[in-house]
């Protein structure tokens, strides 16, 4: 039985969440609450908080918000009115992708193959979250594009610069490093939004062509890494790439909404 088909006959949608939790921080993650392959059915959701206790206060509003997204960018998704449970399936401690270079948890449904139909879908949410992206940032003047906020804040520049080369870490997760895209070896050189255009049609085009053991394989890159124990699969990849560029959409609202007209 599929969740909209539960909305309609009156059962709440019950969505496990996945945490890493440090000292200081907490960040949820939205994974599928069905058995079989671990496909996430909100991937891209994530909650970033104090506190697990703050974490899981916020959720419920988050997946409503999270779900509203996705029906705006016409996503089959449960009705406005269907009830939110959630359900903590595990927890990982001590680490986790606060700041660039951080290790990143592998949970047990990015253990699952990633078969090429469901990359399909991560690609189709990835060009929702750019296309929400760019409409935030393509007509902003270089002035804003370049104004800190601080001594150690990032300009806005600087984040789009950051999303479009985590796109290519990810892919270097996965794959040898003779293999990957010859573009980005100059990728410095190119104007801002050419850059990341360039950087998402080569990511994707990488990953579509992972052979059948690259999308099942739990890898453990040694290059370009301070962590040779983190462990990768294609499956979370594919869950940061969409979690990552989201995350950072809504701190370039806050940066904007801060800056003013």
């Not at 078969?115 to 990835?126: G, S, V």
Request: charge should be negative.
């Amino acid at each position: 039985m599929n969740k909209i088909q539960e909305a309609s006959e009156g059962i709440m949608s019950r969505y496990p969440v996945y945490l890493e939790i440090t000292d200081d921080l907490c960040l949820a993650h939205t994974f599928t609450c069905g058995a079989g392959a671990g496909i996430p059915d909100l991937p891209g959701c994530t909650v970033r908080a104090p506190s697990r206790a703050e974490v899981l206060s916020l959720l419920p509003a988050a997946i409503r918000d999270h779900l509203a997204w996705l029906r705006r960018h016409g996503e089959s998704v449960p009705p406005e009115d269907d009830p939110v449970e959630i359900e903590v399936a595990g927890e990982s401690h001590g680490f986790g992708p606060f700041n660039p270079g951080d290790a990143a948890a592998l949970f047990p449904p990015d253990r699952a193959p990633l078969a090429p139909d469901e990359m399909e879908i991560y690609f189709r949410l990835m060009a929702h979250a750019r296309a929400d992206l760019l409409a935030l940032v393509e007509g902003l003047p270089d002035e804003v594009l370049d104004r800190q906020q601080g001594a150690e804040a990032w300009t806005i520049r600087r984040i789009l610069r950051h999303i479009g080369n985590a796109e290519e870490w990810y892919v270097s997760r996965l794959v040898p490093p003779e293999t990957l895209p010859a573009e980005w070896e100059h990728d410095d050189e190119l104007p801002v939004f050419e850059f990341l255009a360039m950087e998402r049609r080569t990511a994707v085009d990488r990953l579509r062509r992972l052979s059948a053991g690259e999308r099942e394989v739990v890898a453990y890159p040694v290059r370009w890494t301070n962590h040779p124990d983190e462990p990768w699969t294609a499956r979370k990849a594919s869950r940061r790439a969409l979690e990552h560029e989201r995350e950072h959409t809504g701190q370039i609202q806050e940066l904007l909404l801060c800056q003013g007209p």
